[in-house]
């Protein structure tokens, strides 16, 4: 209750004398000196811009009063950032401190679901938040002094993949297991056998020193010596810790503290939260001891979660954005009042739970009035507490309504017209600022109904003049200032400031010619009957997703005896011809040089290979924007293990298991026999004994298989028909697996390739003991022009010399690339490349479309076949084609029409004659006489160098989905 004699006073308040306020006193308090002004702002959202406008003009102590005080803080950060102030932050939990998490990270690295998880792994590793010295990786190797402890992520990308090693309750004995028979792709890779060992030296060095804090399952395998799986010698590991706090004090030690101090800004909170953690972790020890259990992680992590880190203290002291409770007993120098409507400042009553008016009445709780009482000592205290008050009033907006105690005073003040002048300005704002020739000003005099002559904040404004259209913009951030500048220039007025680029015009133009050049595209349904689309005009397809490379039902292979060649597509007989593929698409030029060099047409720099794989020249022929970011700037997607076994996984156990197989069969790495045989006349008599070596070699590359999870007993049952139990149980050498499963199919199919011999296996591109082979790519015989090559490399899946009647020659020359159909050529041996692909789902229909995608889409067979051409002389490529491995095994084989009736009935695969009428040499006439396989060879060729060339050229333009990365690049959707 109000105190209103000074007998009531309590004893506990210093004497003073009790003002006992007079019934007529108003709103002003006697001593009051404050000067009011109304101001006011079009919205909510504009009244923000207001006060920020008012703070870059008012100088000395300021506090501004809002309803949504943390909300207005906010909103006005950047503006008050751009002016040079900075508030007092509130205080935060260690928690949200980067480096607080990054400790608990590492902390949890062996817990849980994820325990051991490769992605952990690598996030600790790359993690760059909290910057690390790992004093205790630094051991010497016993033998290789350049061989230090390091966790490649590549390799143990391949390993997780390879052997399904995910995260989880035992991960880290599957890794070292793993790792300790771990052994290079192929012998003596240097590089890859180097990463094996310092990854499994890495992997125990932080095991060992993570033994406090591991399961009790992981403590003993933490403490196992580790041998090198390269070296063979028992590697250096630290000595083990002797309980928990040990090894979180070891922790704190691998941090180097004095980057982490010259890179803390004043803005971070790393080593704040640090230094109030670990406070609070010793204050626990004190009290509860260095023993926490298994739940060590948890009780950090608790109190990373309610450890106060204080706020950063602010350096400008004299503003202070406050609601007007808390504003309540302070003074200054300008007030500001603002957004103190009936939202943000309600004088509602706070509702009693469970209680209705009645009961409240009867209970003498129920004031109504309380929130208004509050609300009118609260305004009239702080339109008394400044020599300047500003009242920012943004009504004006609809559905905004003023705060009772507000509307109740500005009623009130409009009364008293003779004491209290609202129209007059505040003496900060100059007239220039409303001046109606003053550009970009920030007020304007408005006569506002029922309320009178007012300034009214614009944050944008448009007025028409004789020389048109000019828009203000009074913002006051750099973002504002560039807004002007961009008005200016549609205006046509003269710009004041400069862009922060002088390629900024540019986007103006990207919104005008990229889309248009996207809508002006051609595509073969923009021609008629008759009609075809010139291959030099790939640049206006603008990108190849609308153009069909692999042909359909609707899209013929039937452009050998079309008018021209090569071509785009071609209208005949109301069916499409399938045209030639003419990637990589280069758009036309827009004629804007740095428009160009934006969109990859330029001539960037790069640092190409001297020799290109396969998968280098298909990754650049799909698009070289994408391979450019992938390969070269290495921002591909980051590589993810899948719960189920990966595709590229089971892809690599075929191949091992084929190549096991030939192996076995009496083939050498990288050496030809000296005698061709079949399989059913080498070392293996029959598919029994070939399914043998499979399965021995699923033993070393597939130790998953013997697991009890659903992926292991899916796959398992996949590759040799057999459950877990059951494979189990052949280990032992109690049980027997038959030939089955997707293995034991493709044992059988090679068997049934009764008139091939295998010639060689993973077979390695060398020429001259140079594990490349520089491919020529000569003019057509019908045209001039100049000779050009490239130097190519890459491994051969499967390589069979055909056994049938031929008049083959020891004594044989390289064969010519280009020959004419029934031309003969001296010929040393007939030869036939396979490609191993493995298929699943819906992709494994018994059809030949991954056949079809080999042939027309991907360069490798025809590469692959000039490759083994021009390193073996007289052997010559009569065939290629994609053994498609799943639900059955189909050795599709794609022939030289030449061949095709000699081995009409030999047994040498599931034989196809798409190319024979689609290609032809270039400059040939229609009725052309080149053999359709060999220009086939030369058109892949061409293209291959096609794509070589634009890399050299620096031009990396966009063909998919890669382009959302820039969305002002964008010509469509994808």
């Known amino acids: 209750h109000p105190v209103r004699k000074q007998s009531d006073l309590p004893k506990w308040i210093p004497e003073h004398e009790v003002w006992i306020p007079d019934s007529k006193q108003g709103w002003k308090s006697p001593t009051s000196q404050s000067q009011i002004f109304h101001l006011m702002a079009e919205s909510e959202e504009q009244s923000i811009s207001a006060v920020a406008n008012i703070l870059s003009r008012v100088d000395g102590d300021v506090i501004v009063v809002d309803g949504d005080s943390k909300n207005l803080e906010r909103k006005l950060a950047p503006s008050l950032e751009n002016q040079g102030v900075r508030l007092r932050g509130g205080s935060t939990t260690a928690l949200s401190s980067s480096a607080v998490n990054r400790l608990l990270s590492i902390l949890e690295i062996p817990r849980g679901e994820e325990a051991w998880s490769l992605k952990r792994l690598a996030d600790m590793v790359q993690q760059i938040g909290l910057p690390m010295d790992w004093n205790i990786l630094k051991l010497e190797h016993p033998e290789n002094q350049e061989w230090s402890p390091k966790l490649h992520i590549d390799t143990m990308i391949e390993l997780a993949r390879g052997f399904h090693v995910l995260g989880g309750r035992g991960s880290l004995q599957r890794w070292l297991s793993t790792l300790s028979q771990a052994t290079p792709r192929f012998v003596g890779d240097e590089g890859h056998s180097k990463a094996l060992e310092e990854s499994q030296w890495w992997l125990s060095i932080i095991a060992r020193w993570m033994h406090p804090i591991l399961s009790k399952t992981d403590k003993p395998v933490a403490m196992q010596n580790c041998i090198g799986c390269i070296s063979g010698k028992e590697l250096p590991l630290p000595e083990p810790l002797s309980n928990q706090m040990e090894w979180f004090n070891s922790l704190l030690s691998q941090i180097d503290w004095r980057l982490l101090s010259s890179r803390d800004s004043k803005e971070s909170n790393s080593i704040p939260g640090l230094q109030h953690f670990i406070e609070s972790i010793s204050r626990l020890t004190k009290e509860v001891g260095t023993d926490f259990g298994d739940s060590f992680f948890e009780v950090l992590q608790n109190l990373a979660s309610n450890t106060q880190v204080p706020s950063r203290r602010g350096v400008d002291s004299g503003l202070r954005i406050l609601n007007p409770s808390q504003a309540l007993g302070t003074s200054c120098d300008t007030l500001i009042l603002n957004r103190l409507n009936s939202e943000t400042w309600s004088m509602k009553s706070p509702s009693v739970p469970w209680l209705d008016e009645k009961s409240r009445m009867k209970l003498g709780i129920n004031r109504p009035d309380i929130g208004l009482r509050k609300g009118r ?159 030099e005009d790939s640049g206006k397809m603008i990108r190849t997703t609308d153009y069909r490379i692999i042909p359909n039902r609707n899209n013929i292979p039937f452009a050998r005896n079309s008018s021209q060649w090569p071509h785009l597509g071609e209208v005949k007989e109301k069916k499409k011809i399938l045209g030639i593929d003419p990637r990589p698409i280069v758009p036309s030029s827009t004629k804007l040089e740095s428009l160009d060099q934006r969109i990859g047409l330029g001539s960037v720099k790069l640092n190409l290979p001297k020799v290109w794989s396969q998968s280098r020249l298909q990754a650049w022929l799909f698009c070289p924007r994408n391979a450019w970011v992938e390969r070269h700037l290495k921002l591909g997607k980051e590589e993810i293990v899948p719960e189920d076994l990966a595709a590229n996984t089971r892809g690599n156990i075929i191949h091992f298991v084929e190549e096991a197989i030939l192996r076995a069969h009496g083939l050498k790495q990288n050496q030809l026999p000296s005698e061709t045989k079949k399989l059913t006349e080498g070392e293996l008599k029959n598919v029994d004994a070939a399914w043998q070596v499979a399965l021995e070699t699923l033993v070393t590359k597939a130790p998953w298989m013997k697991r009890a999870d659903g992926v292991a007993a899916h796959r398992c049952r996949d590759l040799v028909g057999v459950n877990p139990s059951i494979w189990k149980s052949w280990l032992e050498g109690e049980d027997v697996i038959p030939v089955s499963g997707r293995l034991g199919r493709m044992v059988k199919s090679d068997f049934a390739l009764s008139d091939c011999a295998p010639l060689a296996s993973e077979w390695e591109v060398r020429e001259n003991d140079k594990p490349n082979v520089t491919i020529n790519l000569p003019p057509s015989p019908e045209q001039k022009g100049e000779n050009s090559d490239f130097k190519f490399t890459g491994f051969i899946d499967k390589v069979d010399a055909v056994i049938i009647d031929y008049d083959l020659q020891k004594e044989a020359e390289i064969i010519p690339l280009d020959l004419d159909i029934g031309q003969k050529v001296p010929i040393s041996k007939l030869v036939i490349i396979r490609d191993i692909k493995s298929v699943d789902g819906p992709k494994d229909d018994g059809k030949d479309n991954r056949h079809m995608k080999g042939l027309f889409d991907e360069l490798q067979l025809a590469l692959y076949a000039r490759a083994w051409e021009l390193c073996n002389p007289g052997h010559r490529v009569i065939g290629v084609g994609v053994t498609q491995v799943g639900i059955e095994t189909l050795p599709w084989v794609e022939l030289d029409p030449d061949f095709t009736e000699l081995l009409s009935e030999s047994s040498v695969g599931i034989v196809t004659q798409h190319l024979v009428n689609q290609y032809r040499r270039p400059g040939e006439s229609k009725q052309a006489a080149s053999n359709p396989f060999r220009a086939w060879m030369r058109e892949r060729i061409t293209t291959a160098n096609r794509v070589i060339e634009n890399a050299k050229a620096g031009k990396i333009p966009c063909n998919c989905s890669t382009i959302d990365a820039c969305g002002g690049l964008k010509r469509g959707g994808w």
């Not at 600022?433 to 448009?462: E, F």
């Not at 500048?485 to 900024?504: D, H, K, M, Q, Y």
């Not at 996207?518 to 008759?530: C, L």
Request: hydrophobic content about 35%; glycine content about 6%.
């Open 377 to 535: 000592h609260y305004l009239r205290n702080l339109l008394n507490s400044s020599k300047i008050v500003i009242i920012v009033d943004s009504s004006l907006q609809d559905g905004i309504e003023l705060s009772g105690p507000l509307e109740e005073w500005l009623s009130t003040a409009s009364l008293q017209a003779d004491e209290l002048d609202l129209e007059k300005h505040p003496p900060f704002i100059d007239p220039e600022d409303w001046n109606p020739k003053t550009s970009n000003r920030a007020w304007v005099w408005q006569n506002i109904p029922k309320v009178g002559l007012r300034l009214v904040h614009k944050v944008s404004s448009m007025e028409m003049l004789a020389q048109g259209v000019r828009t203000h913009n009074s913002g006051l951030l750099p973002r504002d200032e560039a807004q002007r500048a961009g008005l200016a220039l549609i205006e046509g007025r003269p710009v004041t400031g400069l862009p922060l680029s002088n390629t900024s015009i540019l986007e103006a133009a990207k919104i005008e010619i990229l889309p248009d050049q996207y809508q002006r595209r051609r595509d073969i349904s923009h021609y008629e009957e008759g009609e075809i689309f010139p291959f």
